[in-house]
């Protein structure tokens, strides 16, 4: 199990040039690599906070990226409510403006034609992941380079809530459910297995609202929050928060970003 890095940044700004500092360097490592880079987004304030620099960094070359959704609500890809429309906002249209654009095959969005039933749109979903990892070989688990995550109040991660059965779930990569208590009820998320398969997980909170949340996890290690069991198994798990959001934990990692 990997141990975690914690980075605190005393803005809200420093914190997003130090993400645009990291993708950057996981994107670079993984096109060498594998000649892609395949990345998963939240939804909530994340895309904003990570795509403030990024989206205008041309040393990253956005035509080897693949893009998944961490979890998304299951509702049309206009609706004020999507994680995907939110991505657009942040980074997919500013790309296509600029000349840089993410080919359209490999931004993985929701089947809008799916978004009635979460279970379809959760099998779908997972076809898609297998279409792009699995290629003739079956695999257990996709290996995503990076997971972009953000967190609730409550300690929800994806869309994986307290108390929810989904924590439990095993052998689904993406499962559905329709019981969100966060509006809207009906959503797909990656789970756990996939989270903690993943290469480098890195986790992005801002603000004294996520202060008490965060404590919970890295200093008291709270298990009832769903945050604090995604553990990458070989991969690395970093946080990235700014200096309102980590003030009261008990120690944080110093920052190898030259800010
Ligand atoms: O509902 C969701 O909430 C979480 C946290 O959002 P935030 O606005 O508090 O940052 C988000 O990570 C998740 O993707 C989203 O669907």
């Not at 990226?65 to 997919?92: G, H, I, M, P, Q």
Request: a negative charge; glycine letters at 6%; charged letters at 25%.
């Amino acid at each position: 199990m990997s141990l975690s890095k914690v980075y605190s940044f005393p803005t809200n700004e420093k914190l997003s040039e130090a993400l645009n500092e990291y993708v950057a360097h996981l994107s670079r490592e993984a096109i060498a690599r594998n000649g892609r880079f395949t990345i998963a987004f939240s939804g909530g304030s994340l895309p904003a906070t990570v795509c403030r620099f990024l989206k205008d960094n041309k040393e990253v070359d956005f035509s080897k990226w693949y893009v998944f959704w961490a979890d998304e609500r299951c509702v049309t890809l206009d609706n004020e409510e999507s994680n995907f429309k939110l991505l657009r906002k942040e980074l997919l249209d500013h790309l296509v403006q600029t000349d840089r654009g993410i080919p359209p095959d490999q931004v993985m969005q929701i089947n809008e034609d799916l978004v009635g039933d979460q279970n379809a749109a959760a099998e779908d979903y997972q076809e898609k992941l297998g279409s792009v990892f699995s290629g003739t070989t079956k695999i257990k688990y996709p290996e995503l380079d990076c997971i972009l995550l953000g967190i609730g109040p409550d300690g929800h991660t994806c869309s994986l809530f307290p108390n929810h059965p989904l924590l439990e779930e095993k052998t689904k990569w993406v499962a559905g459910l329709d019981d969100s208590p966060k509006e809207p009820p009906r959503r797909i998320t990656l789970t756990y297995p996939v989270l903690n398969h993943a290469s480098n997980v890195v986790f992005v909170a801002n603000g004294a609202g996520k202060r008490k949340t965060i404590k919970k996890i890295l200093d008291e290690k709270d298990v009832h929050l769903p945050a604090s069991h995604v553990a990458p198994f070989k991969g690395t798990l970093s946080w990235f928060l700014d200096d309102a959001a980590s003030k009261d934990l008990s120690e944080t990692s110093p920052s190898p970003f030259k800010l």
